[in-house]
């Protein structure tokens, strides 16, 4: 079993850094990658992370990630190595189910709305688009397989004149699709 997951992890690691591009910041999260013929540049702002029981803080927003349902990585980027590039990664007794998260803010520099920089996507590679409403933000997403077990989403929300950003990777979305929107929800600004 060690030596599949290794190989679909190195897989998908290899898959990302080829599809995307990735500059990481040394006290940000690490930039988002985006598909290859992506019309938008989504880069993350620098700013501090702090992470404390849970409570994950940054100069822009704080959330509440439970520390019973994710693990906080601080270490985490796209390497050459192929190290992956979320900074939240959920406990789960579950081998058939992985979900790693990474939320940032974004400049709005072209003055696009963020479902107009969603719906802008064009690539073959997208299966699908969709939305996750909070009671707070509405999160615009498309998803695309890195491989036949492995997906990632792009999720995008207008945040005053920022994206408040996140990407996600899951074996099976219809799992953990509530636990992302638990976090999503306890996002407030800074």
């Known amino acids: 079993m060690k030596k599949i997951y290794f190989k679909a992890v190195f897989a998908a690691a290899l898959m990302a850094v080829s599809l995307f591009s990735c500059n990481n910041k040394k006290t940000a999260a690490p930039e988002k990658e ?3 013929s992506s019309s ?3 880069a993350a702002s620098a700013e501090t992370v702090e ?7 940054t100069d822009s927003f704080s959330m509440y990630a ?4 994710w693990a906080y990585d601080g270490s985490a980027s796209v390497t050459e190595s192929g190290a992956m590039p979320c900074c939240l990664k959920m406990v789960t007794d579950r081998d058939f189910t992985t979900c ?3 939320v940032y803010t974004s400049e709005n520099s072209d003055g696009k709305s963020a479902q107009e920089v969603i ?5 073959k590679d997208i299966v699908f688009t ?3 409403a909070t009671g707070k ?3 615009y997403y498309y998803e695309w397989a890195v491989n036949d077990t492995l997906h990632c989403r792009y999720y995008l929300a207008d945040f005053g004149d920022k994206y408040l950003c996140v990407y996600a990777e899951s074996s099976n979305f219809g799992y953990v699709e509530g636990k992302i929107a638990e976090v999503l929800q306890s996002i407030k600004p800074a």
């Open 119 to 123: 719906n802008a996507e064009n690539s």
């Open 137 to 139: 933000y509405t999160f």
């Open 34 to 36: 985006q598909p290859a």
């Open 130 to 132: 969709g939305t996750t």
């Open 66 to 69: 439970d520390p019973n349902i």
């Open 51 to 57: 992470y404390k029981n849970g409570n994950y803080m």
């Open 100 to 102: 790693g998260l990474n």
């Open 40 to 42: 938008a540049t989504i």
